[in-house]
């Protein structure tokens, strides 16, 4: 079964530091990728998404990510984080497979950043 | 554009009691899926609904169901609830045309049951 794994579970920075969060997914087939981000007290809201072409996809906020095939991953990166980057962030996947709804989620990763 | 609002916010039940939460979509959007993420777990897949069948389904015993309206809003009704079931209870909505890609979730803030 799909699955995807978020290096993660809890990420400490300080303003201004650089962030990578970490995705691996298993489905060796065509996949969509996705992260979407829950800021305290809010819903799950989509950064970015990766369906094809250039593999760096840029988000929302100055985020972006990079799509690698051999490496079955998609992990996130920003080059200075702001206090209110706080959220947590989820990767999840989609295989060419299933319904059109059906997102598999990895387990999150909590980042705070200090002022 | 209204967003994907869903209620009750909040609710607490008893073991074996039966559970109604609702949900109704982003205007424009005709697909409506539903999500468990129990604490310190991302979400997990129930199911979805379009045209109001049920079109596609995850692990989850048939005790979870739902129904999907006309007006694309939709239900989820867990019967025989067990203290597992405790998890706050996502709906997402989607259209096929929409956003460059048929898989562009737009979720709502959930609804958090409570089962003791």
């Known amino acids: 079964a799909q699955s995807v794994s978020q290096h993660n579970h809890h990420v400490i920075l300080s303003e201004a530091a650089s962030l990578e969060l970490g995705c691996n997914y298993s489905?060796?087939?065509?996949?969509?990728l996705f992260w979407y981000v829950q800021y305290p007290g809010q819903h799950l809201q989509l950064l970015l998404k990766?369906?094809?072409?250039?593999?760096l996809v840029k988000g929302i906020k100055g985020f972006e990510a990079e799509f690698i095939k051999s490496k079955f991953s998609f992990n996130l990166r920003k080059p200075s984080v702001q206090w209110s980057d706080t959220a947590e962030y989820f990767c999840?996947?989609?295989?060419?497979?299933?319904?059109?709804?059906?997102?598999?989620f990895g387990k999150g990763t909590k980042l705070s950043v200090k002022p | 554009e209204t967003g994907v609002t869903q209620s009750p916010t909040h609710l607490i039940k008893t073991r074996g009691q039966q559970v109604t939460l609702r949900c109704s979509s982003q205007?424009?959007?005709?697909?409506v899926s539903w999500y468990q993420q129990a604490l310190g777990q991302g979400p997990q897949f129930i199911f979805q609904?379009?045209?109001?069948?049920?079109?596609g389904r995850g692990n989850f015993p048939p005790r979870f169901s739902g129904l999907q309206f006309p007006n694309y809003s939709s239900e989820l009704n867990v019967n025989a609830l067990e203290l597992d079931d405790s998890a706050l209870y996502l709906c997402?909505?989607?259209?096929?045309?929409?956003?460059?890609?048929?898989?562009?979730?737009?979720f709502g803030a959930g609804s958090r049951l409570t089962v003791l």
């Open positions: 990766y369906f094809s072409g250039d593999p």
């Open positions: 609904y379009y045209r109001e069948e049920e079109n």
């Open positions: 999840a996947v989609k295989d060419d497979g299933g319904s059109q709804g059906n997102l598999i």
């Open positions: 205007s424009g959007h005709n697909t």
């Open positions: 997402a909505s989607s259209s096929p045309g929409g956003d460059s890609g048929a898989n562009v979730l737009t």
């Open positions: 489905y060796g087939g065509t996949v969509n």
